[in-house]
């Protein structure tokens, strides 16, 4: 027997009844113990998928990984081949404080994307077998009929199906702080673009500020529309910043530099007659003395600075090169409500301090 499904918009736009015959659930008795088991097997937990968290020591290791300061190693390793321990020791201090200095500001940034999961009610009342329960949220499957009153967060995504004076604090989802007044009544196709006008359903994660309402679960976990926020968060790393690539291709053309050096100064004094290994030693440390040592330090502690300037403001930076491209910014784009979103943002008319006014159209190409 196939495990039913429905989407957020669509169950919108249906009469109860109809999301109830879909999802093959009973609106004031609940579902079967049987029936629970069977849909957990397909549709998982009511929980967020966290990979499993690598250990310090392992996240301390890659933040060795930086070009340049793969090239200090190995100059600091060539210094006490060379017996030269001062500058041995030197770089060795300065490699060890810009890599301390940005695992822990990263770390405690990391911190922060654990926070979304505080938005998760740990407890809710669900209806099972005819009987009200107080059950853990986590073990909610599509199909469920929950109970909500004030205080409460809504812990899936529901279909109302009752709603006495039911009011919804939606701000962790559409930003708008003014809560929203939900019904039970079907939305037409043409009013539900968004999930900020779907007034007959209740989001994971959002409050309800007062009223008490009944709801059929359609959406769990990461199935649900606050588990597309975190899937968005968890996506993959963002591209290199301009100081980022700037830093690469500053090591690679002092690797590159050294080598050449190192191959010039041998191959001068070969010709001359000289001993190669003299003339390797002179080489090597000429490259190493070529390369500079205190450059990690300045950035490093530059940018941690304005991670802990912009934690101030309230804004958390989740890896130290991102603060950079705020600089890069000439224009920021947000909503109303001074919410950064995701979605396509087109300008449409432009007006400048001295009074000017253009309207842009865009032209396709057929």
Partial sequence: ?????????????????????????????????EEVARRRAYHGWNEFDISEEEPLWKKYICQFKDPLILLLLASAVISVLMHQFDDAISITVAIIIVVTVAFVQEYRSEKSLEELGKLVPPECHCVRDG????????????GDTVCLSVGERVPADLRLFEASDLSVDE??????TTPSSKSTAPQPPASNG?????????????LVRCGKAKGIVIGTGENSEFGEVF?????????????????????????????????????????????IMDMFTIGVSLAVA????????????????????????????????????????????????????????????VYTSDGHHAEVRLLAKL
């Fill in 194 to 206: 968004d999930i900020a006008s779907c007034n007959n359903l209740a989001f994971m994660g959002t």
């Fill in 131 to 142: 009987r009200l329960e107080q059950l853990l949220a986590r073990e909610l499957v599509p």
């Fill in 1 to 33: 027997m196939m495990v039913p499904v429905l989407d957020a918009k669509k169950a919108s736009q249906l009469p109860v009844n109809e999301v109830a015959c879909i999802l093959q659930a009973e609106l004031q008795l609940g579902l079967s113990l």
């Fill in 290 to 349: 070529a390369i500079p040592e205190g450059l990690p330090i300045v950035v490093t502690v530059t940018l941690a600075l304005g991670v802990m300037r912009m934690v101030q403001k309230r804004a958390i930076v989740k890896k130290l090169p991102i603060v950079e491209t705020l600089s890069c910014c000439n224009v920021i784009c947000s909503d109303k409500t001074g919410t950064l979103t995701k979605n396509e943002m087109t300008v449409t008319q």
């Fill in 231 to 275: 899937k968005m968060m968890q996506a993959e790393e963002a591209p290199k910043t301009p100081l980022q690539k700037s830093m690469d291709l500053l090591g690679k053309q002092l690797s590159l530099y050294s080598f050449c050096i190192i191959g010039v100064i041998m191959l001068v004094g070969w010709l001359q007659g000289k001993r």
């Fill in 171 to 176: 701000s962790s989802l559409t930003g708008e």
